[in-house]
């Protein structure tokens, strides 16, 4: 599957961005997917997921309450919202696509260009 991320950009803190991932190829719905970020400097680290059948969510400590991921099957996109960001929330931000519901980055076979959020302070 072909990922496709969009909707970076650069925000006062406080403000907030909705991402989008466009996936093409193999079905969708086949897909557990996930939202990773990586901060300059810093390891690549996972942010959010949503699983394929029953849209069930889990989110790292550090967004949640924040960032909500959806997934809008007819679209075959996943989005990511954020809320209230905060400067430590900048980072290049993956989308990625795995058969197994896991937080492992190794799990996901699949993944977007990544798209630049940068908040100001």
């Known amino acids: 599957v072909q990922l496709q991320a969009s909707g970076g950009g650069l925000v006062q803190a406080g403000a907030s961005l909705r991402l989008a991932c466009a996936a093409s190829?193999?079905?969708?719905?086949?897909?557990?997917w996930a939202w990773f970020r990586q901060a300059p400097g810093k390891e690549r680290e996972f942010v959010a997921r949503?699983?394929?059948?029953?849209?069930?969510?889990y989110y790292a400590d550090s967004v949640k309450g924040r960032f909500t991921i959806l997934r809008d099957n007819a679209k075959n996109t996943v989005y990511l919202q954020m809320n209230s960001l905060k400067p430590e929330d900048t980072a290049v931000y993956y989308c990625?696509?795995?058969?197994?519901?896991?937080?492992?980055?190794?799990?996901?076979?699949?993944w977007g260009q990544g798209t630049l959020v940068t908040v100001s302070s």
């Open positions: 190829g193999r079905s969708f719905s086949s897909y557990h």
């Open positions: 949503i699983s394929r059948n029953t849209g069930y969510t």
């Open positions: 990625a696509a795995s058969t197994r519901f896991t937080t492992e980055i190794q799990e996901y076979t699949s």
